[in-house]
């Protein structure tokens, strides 16, 4: 066998684990469907700091909520915007909602972990829904999410909303967190494992148990985090609470970023909690490139050079398999059409993001967010 068949048959197998991974997945992953018990109430966590675009619109679909007994609490997190008069409005006409104010940010804590501390404590009910202020909840998300919660022993449980996307580089780039989320986390491991490693939430949308939260050290156990999708539910699994996955896509949405500037800055700010780290950054580059990026490559060599047989029929199988695995998650999570055809192109930006964050901080330069910079690298806090 040749060194160019050696290789596509490395791209194939790297093609393929996604595909078979993911489609165990998409059986696994489900939106809840048990009802929560009668009387259950849910505390609507949603720290805000400068957004005035967004923050009605995501307060009054927490009001629409139905099955649950519902409080929405905003923290106003030093906005400099009209966010607080806003929710200050809403609040004048619905008892439940509370607009808070944060406490100065201390050193060593990120400016969300901090705010989410702060709402667990001025919360009133025992399930507590911590979402982001550009997300929009269904009538029934709250109530599906707290079922979801209090029908097994998992002291965190956490969805992923339908990502909107309304431009290019949103199109190449956000859809991939459920290429990774589906391609390469074993969901059946997942649950059946307290194991730390196995931990993986989405911070737009996650619910916890007071007492469970509160074991687990609450959002001080990872102050400093700019990723608690990551870092929150290794925690909790460190103190013995178990975390779970749900389909959150007919629950809510959310257009995490918008536009070129804001998936760059969005994605760099918490890589190196996740992929970009020394140790994971070449393994993801291996396993991303290689089952996703190369195929296309020998293709184009082959169309300008013949390449053996055996190896152009891998490299086409590869391709195959990565492309059907992006219409497999285009029609279940309705996503961008064109982002799914310039996959590719989508998965090289990606890697681009990851190891420009991990050079960033290999040179102690800060990730900066909403007006904050925070310190990366080994000395960092």
């Not at 997945?25 to 966590?45: D, F, Q, T």
């Not at 969805?159 to 967190?177: C, D, K, N, S």
């Not at 990723?227 to 996955?245: E, I, Y």
């Not at 991303?288 to 060599?301: E, K, T």
Request: proline share 7%; charged share 15%.
């Amino acid at each position: 066998m040749s060194i160019v068949e050696w290789i596509a048959a490395v791209s194939l197998i790297l093609a393929l684990l996604p595909l078979g991974q993911g489609m165990v997945n998409l059986l696994l992953y489900r939106r809840p469907k048990a009802a929560p018990p009668p009387g259950s109430a849910v505390s609507i966590l949603i720290p805000a700091r400068n957004e005035e675009a967004t923050i009605a619109a995501a307060v009054e679909a927490a009001l629409a909520s139905r099955g649950v007994e519902v409080e929405v609490v905003v923290l106003d997190d030093h906005s400099t915007d009209r966010t607080a008069e806003i929710v200050r409005s809403i609040a004048a006409r619905d008892p439940r909602v509370r607009l808070e104010s944060a406490p100065p940010l201390p050193p060593g804590w990120s400016g969300k972990q901090h705010a989410c501390q702060a709402l667990a404590t001025l919360a009133l009910h025992p399930v507590l829904l911590f979402q982001d202020a550009d997300v929009r909840l269904s009538p029934d998300a709250a109530r599906l999410t707290c079922g979801a919660l209090l029908s097994g022993r998992h002291g965190l449980v956490s969805g992923f909303p339908r990502q909107e996307t309304g431009t290019l580089a949103e199109a190449l780039v956000i859809p991939l967190i459920h290429v990774l989320l589906l391609g390469y986390l074993p969901m059946l491991g997942m649950r059946r494992s307290g194991d730390p490693r196995f931990g993986a939430a989405c911070g737009q949308l996650i619910a916890v148990r007071r007492e469970a939260y509160w074991k687990a050290g609450g959002h001080a156990a990872i102050s400093a985090s700019l990723h608690d999708g990551v870092t929150l539910p290794r925690a909790f699994r460190r103190a013995g609470q178990g975390t779970d996955l749900f389909d959150a896509t007919g629950l809510a949405r959310c257009r995490m970023y918008r536009g070129w500037r804001e998936v760059w800055s969005g994605f760099t700010k918490n890589a190196t909690e996740g992929m970009a780290t020394p140790a994971a950054l070449p393994v993801w580059t291996l396993l991303l490139f290689g089952g996703h990026v190369l195929p296309w490559i020998l293709l184009g060599w082959a169309a300008l050079d013949p390449l053996p047989d055996e190896a152009v029929v891998m490299a086409g199988l590869a391709a195959a398999a990565g492309l059907l695995f992006r219409l497999l998650l285009l029609v279940r999570f309705r996503q961008s059409v064109v982002g799914a055809l310039l996959h590719p192109i989508g998965i090289l930006i990606m890697l681009a993001i990851q190891w420009s964050a991990l050079l960033r901080a290999r040179h102690g330069r800060p990730s900066e967010w909403r007006g904050r910079a925070y310190p990366t690298g080994p000395g960092a806090s």
